[in-house]
């Protein structure tokens, strides 16, 4: 059973089911995975908003969970030694495959290809279209100097080219559809909102577009994708 002595974050986010899954996010390319993991994995979970804003990511409260100031994070009352708190959305995702034996790859050899395209999207993906964002579309976009945001950009481009290599005649990064894909098609999906997709160069690549659209086409991802809402 969850109690606010062991996990202070349920002060200010208390849980209305306390025997479910406890999300805190927001509906960004990392929060998303998530939400849609459970959604996919039919995991009983109750979502809490935690904006960006400085007010909720680093208040003591919402600290208590996950150090890093950074959404997602959860809560497992029914964790494998007892309620488990995690932080980090590739640990998260790892954590719950793990739990519903589902989208984490059947065999060995399948998990471990699993894993190393959630790894290429924790460490490559993820971080260089963060930066594409910040210098394309916010305060980056100002700066005079623009080296940076080339290097950004094509540092991006590299990367969709390896997806678009890899996507060529297959439906999913990792053979089935699993938690390495719920990991990328977000991110692919934030270049609309940075406004970028012209300057990677994203009309030319067939595969990542078809790829993208199966993804959004899925009805836990059009469910995860708006939890928990904005407003």
């Not at 890093?68 to 932080?87: H, R, T």
Request: no cysteine; net charge negative.
């Amino acid at each position: 059973m969850l109690d606010a002595q062991t996990f202070p974050i349920l002060n200010r986010w208390p849980a209305e089911h306390p025997d479910r899954i406890q999300l805190f996010s927001f509906p960004t390319p990392n929060g998303v995975k998530v939400s849609i993991a459970l959604e996919e994995m039919g995991l009983p979970y109750e979502a809490h908003k935690v904006t960006l804003a400085d007010a909720d990511v680093k208040s003591p409260e919402f600290l208590s969970l996950n150090p890093n100031n950074k959404i997602p994070a959860i809560i497992d009352p029914n964790g494998p030694d007892g309620p488990l708190g995690l932080f980090e959305s590739g640990a998260i995702l790892l954590y719950l495959a793990d739990k519903s034996g589902k989208f984490g790859g059947d065999t060995a050899t399948d998990r471990w290809r699993v894993t190393q395209w959630l790894m290429f999207q924790m460490g490559g993906l993820g971080p260089m279209l963060g930066q594409v964002g910040f210098f394309w579309k916010f305060a980056g976009s100002e700066w005079e100097d623009k080296r940076p945001q080339q290097r950004y950009i094509n540092e991006a481009k590299r990367l969709l080219s390896v997806l678009e290599g890899e996507l060529s005649g297959r439906d999913w990064i990792a053979g089935d559809y699993s938690i390495a894909d719920m990991a990328i098609a977000p991110w692919l999906r934030a270049l609309d909102f940075y406004g970028a997709k012209d300057a990677v160069e994203w009309d030319d690549r067939p595969a990542l577009n078809a790829y993208l659209a199966r993804f959004l086409d899925r009805p836990a991802v059009q469910v995860g994708l708006v939890t928990p809402p904005r407003d």
